[in-house]
């Protein structure tokens, strides 16, 4: 158990130093398919161009026009400009004409983004700059902003102005690289996602370079940085494909750091009819590294931590970059596989790294047998012993046997590894009965003992309402399958005739069949009162307001201080409105028209009273 438990750590540490995957020829394919839609896009061409050139791909000559009218635009930016040089310069032979935008740029308050869009575009275009000028101003615009973001443009912007200069950014690559941010163990980021991570590693890596230092990252970091941005390969984004490209090309061909992709280029599974496991080790691009001599450290069961291979060399396939070993040769066993292993330059190469400890789990399949199949009836009171059947896969019992409600069924069998003959247990052991009427079906468990040995047992009084208390006959199915057995058993071994106790009910529908479908029934409304009686309590209510109106006729109704002012008749109007709302509420509206209708009310009815009181409230004021 300890040397299991140390190995396991061993493994999952190493495994956080390999490459996750690389960019395969599929992953080419879309890219470039990508790339050559957006030629077509103004905006999107320099990305485009740049994205092609890293693949190697043929670029159409007659883009050199749309990146010289991107700079000719009266509202063009330094963005623009920058873009559309950078796709010039890859184009080779298109000289774009330099303009006033791309010569203003050395200020001594220029930002880090107007100093790195604005000197690069300047290089691109051949134009000469003072290096020890841009690199003052790029110190006074790092102490102004050192976000990662501006970091990364000072990085590539330092790379290509000459050792001298880079000498003094150089030094901040330490604070950049500290900055990142892991994510589960096995990658590193930086905050502004792939765009600002590209930026910053690949501004890293050329400044290391032009400087002759090596970067402060180490070989663990450039594999978590290598995940990363394979994680992120299924990009859509023109610009953020391009990002892509350049940060995988940086870390497949830069002079300190290359990391390895050692994947799986077999299936999963081996077998004794594909009984070899093939792999493959490249770059994170894809390319070559040369001869390599492959070992596979140790091939470790995950059930147990048994070890059946240790320190054996794959062979060089017939395709370059390829490597196999017959696995099966071993007689591993089924059950899923750790392979760690490890490969060796055939030329010392310092660069490599990812290249120790690389972990594949590989699934070895089996095959199983049924062995000691029996089933029979015997009595639920145990008064007589059970009447059991052998039968041998894949025949069928010829018998129909019969069971009623004093009865239960018994099914005993085993499964058994045919390759060492042992008694395995298996994720999937079930037992189906199906009417052999309607093909309704029942499907049950097996359970095995703790010799690996299953029985079943059906009690058929007792299981009498699953199946709807209907006799008949049925057919009794034994299925074993589990994920690394390569012959799963779907076997009808026998079929009986069962007779429950009580007929079925009439008309009852078999458990997999839809059932009528439930109307909800409202609560029936209360009786109403006579026409009479409900006329008489109205006018019951209207007896206040009756008395109401005679008393204001016989008292007499001072109108002399009511203001004749709209606010004031609107308020009023609007005061009988909600009443009269009321009272077709009362009559036929329901309640959502109502509402309707007295937020409208409402809200001229609010604004006058309002209004209405002010005037009130600043005449008494006045009196």
Not at 143 to 158: E, P, Q, R, V, Y
Not at 276 to 286: A, L, N, S, W, Y
Not at 458 to 479: H, M, P, R
Not at 498 to 526: M, Q, T, W, Y
Request: proline share 4%; glycine share 6%; hydrophobic share 45%.
């Amino acid at each position: 158990m300890l040397r299991f438990l140390v190995i396991c750590a061993f493994l999952s540490m190493a495994q956080s130093l390999t490459p996750s995957s690389f960019l395969s020829a599929n992953d080419k394919i879309r890219l470039k398919g990508l790339f050559e839609t957006a030629l077509q896009d103004p905006s999107s061409v320099s990305h485009a161009v740049l994205g092609l050139k890293i693949l190697g791909e043929t670029i159409p000559a007659d883009l050199c026009s749309i990146l010289q009218a991107n700079i000719d635009k009266a509202d063009v930016n330094g963005e623009s400009i920058f873009a559309a040089t950078s796709a010039a310069k890859a184009l080779d032979s298109c000289a774009l004409k330099p303009n006033a935008q791309a010569s203003q740029v050395l200020k001594l308050d220029s930002s880090v983004l107007e100093l790195y869009q604005g000197v690069l575009s300047q290089l691109n275009l051949g134009q000469k700059v003072a290096g020890a000028a841009v690199v003052k101003s790029l110190t006074d615009a790092l102490k102004k902003d050192d976000s990662i973001a501006s970091l990364g443009m000072a990085f590539n912007l330092a790379a290509n102005l000459g050792k001298t200069e880079g000498s003094a950014i150089f030094d901040r690559i330490e604070d950049a690289v500290v900055q990142a941010d892991e994510i589960n163990g096995k990658n590193l980021q930086f905050e502004g996602g792939l765009t600002v991570s590209s930026s910053v590693v690949s501004g890293a890596y050329a400044l290391a370079k032009t400087v002759g230092k090596a970067p402060p990252i180490s070989k663990m970091q450039s594999v978590k940085f290598a995940n990363y941005f394979l994680s992120r390969k299924n990009v859509q984004q023109v610009k953020g494909a391009w990002s892509l490209l350049s940060a995988l090309q940086t870390l497949s061909s830069n002079d300190f750091h290359v990391p390895v992709a050692l994947t799986l280029a077999s299936q999963p599974s081996v077998s004794d009819s594909s009984p070899k496991v093939k792999v493959q080790i490249t770059d994170v691009m894809g390319g070559d590294l040369g001869p390599m001599t492959v070992q596979i450290d140790s091939a470790m069961r995950q059930s147990d931590g048994a070890v059946v291979m240790s320190k054996s060399k794959m062979n060089p396939s017939d395709a370059p970059t390829f490597y196999e070993i017959d696995l099966m040769a071993v007689k591993p066993g089924k059950g899923f596989y750790e392979l760690t292993l490890t490969s060796t330059p055939s030329k010392a190469n310092a660069k490599l790294t990812g290249n120790e400890g690389a972990l594949l789990l590989v699934k070895v399949l089996g095959t199983v047998s049924l062995e000691n199949v029996e089933i029979g009836v015997a009595d639920t009171d145990q008064s007589t012993g059970p009447k059991m059947t052998s039968v041998s896969h894949p025949e069928k019992v010829k018998k129909t046997l019969t069971a009623d409600h004093h009865h239960k069924v018994i099914i005993k069998f085993s499964v058994k590894d045919k390759a060492s003959g042992e008694k395995v247990k298996v994720h999937q052991a079930f037992i189906k009965l199906g009417d052999l009427e309607d093909d309704s079906e029942i499907i049950y468990v097996a359970e095995p003992d703790s010799s690996n040995n299953y029985k079943f047992d059906l009690d058929v009084s007792a299981k009498a309402k699953e199946f709807g208390s209907k006799s008949g006959k049925y057919s009794v199915s034994l299925i074993v399958g589990d994920a690394v057995v390569s012959n799963p058993i779907n076997w009808n071994l026998a079929d009986i005739s069962l007779k429950f106790p009580g007929d079925a009910v009439s008309g009852a529908l078999p458990l997999n069949k839809p059932k009528p479908e439930i109307r909800h029934l409202f609560k029936e409304p209360e009786v109403r009162p006579p026409q009479l009686v409900s006329t008489a309590f109205t006018g019951l209510c209207l007896v206040p307001i009756a008395i109401m109106i005679v008393g204001w006729m016989k008292l007499g109704v001072d109108l002399s201080n009511f203001p004749l002012t709209p606010m004031s008749i609107g308020f009023h109007l609007g005061l009988a409105s909600i009443f009269g709302l009321y009272l077709q509420f009362w009559l036929h509206l329901n309640m959502f028209t109502t509402i309707k209708y007295l937020i409208m009310v409402g809200i001229v009815t609010f604004l006058c009273g309002n209004s209405l009181l002010v005037k009130i409230a600043e005449k008494r004021k006045n009196a």
